[in-house]
């Protein structure tokens, strides 16, 4: 089974400032990851996704991530923090449930980020 | 294009009671996901049911079971309701078994059980 690890459970910035949320995948095959953003009470929305195309990747609300396979690593960047990015970010990949080609996503435990005005 | 919807949004249960959660795919979805969040962790795969058969089911004991009907929809039924099982259940939709990567999810249930 693979796995996801995202370092920091909590990351602070500043309104502006560079956000850069961490993660960490093993995988012994080409991995699908993505990252979902859950605002406080609602479910997940997907922000982007890595399926194997382009190594950088574009998302929604000015959010992007790079897939670096040597590192094994899909970190999630934005230039410039707002306000309302305040909320917390989960990266998951996408594990074959089994021998078939159904999958699950498997998530990490997530990083709540807080926006300092 | 309606999404993925939930109910109900809250749930206070009693331990050993059984409870029901309902869940509704995106429209022209028809593999539906369960996973349950506990308070700050992240999802966990419950089970997926793809053409109203189960497709795969992750590390949860079988009172937790499902359904899923010729529309797509989907039921959560746990039963003998204990204290950990309190956290928000997520539905998530997606089209397709091979696809069933891209999956969008619903707002949640929030059940409490005491």
């Known amino acids: 089974a693979q796995s996801v690890t995202q370092l920091g459970s909590h990351v602070s910035v500043s309104e502006g400032a560079l956000v850069l949320l961490r993660c960490n995948y093993s995988?012994?095959?080409?991995?699908?990851l993505f990252w979902y953003v859950q605002y406080p009470n609602q479910g997940l929305q997907l922000l982007l996704k890595?399926?194997?195309?382009?190594?950088l990747v574009k998302g929604i609300n000015g959010f992007e991530a790079e897939f670096k396979k040597s590192e094994t690593s899909f970190h999630l960047t934005k230039p410039s923090a707002h306000m309302s990015d305040a909320a917390e970010y989960f990266c998951?990949?996408?594990?074959?449930?089994?021998?078939?080609?159904?999958?699950?996503?498997?998530f990490g435990s997530g990083t709540q980020l807080t926006v300092l005005p | 294009e309606t999404g993925v919807t939930q109910s109900p949004t809250h749930l206070i249960k009693t331990r050993g009671q059984q409870v029901t959660l309902r869940c509704s795919s995106q429209?022209?979805?028809?593999?539906v996901s369960w996973y349950q969040q506990a308070l700050g962790q992240g999802p966990q795969f419950i089970f997926q049911?793809?053409?109203?058969?189960?497709?795969g089911r992750g590390n949860f004991p079988p009172r937790f079971s499902g359904l899923q009907f010729p529309n797509y929809s989907s039921e959560l039924n746990v039963n003998a309701l204990e204290l950990d099982d309190s956290a928000l259940y997520l539905c998530?939709?997606?089209?397709?078994?091979?696809?069933?990567?891209?999956?969008?999810f619903g707002p949640g249930t929030r059940l409490t059980v005491t």
């Open positions: 998530a939709s997606s089209l397709g078994q091979v696809d069933s990567y891209e999956q969008y």
């Open positions: 995988s012994s095959v080409p991995p699908y």
């Open positions: 890595y399926t194997s195309a382009a190594t």
């Open positions: 998951a990949v996408s594990d074959p449930i089994s021998s078939g080609s159904a999958r699950q996503l498997t």
């Open positions: 429209s022209g979805h028809n593999t």
């Open positions: 049911y793809y053409r109203e058969e189960e497709n």
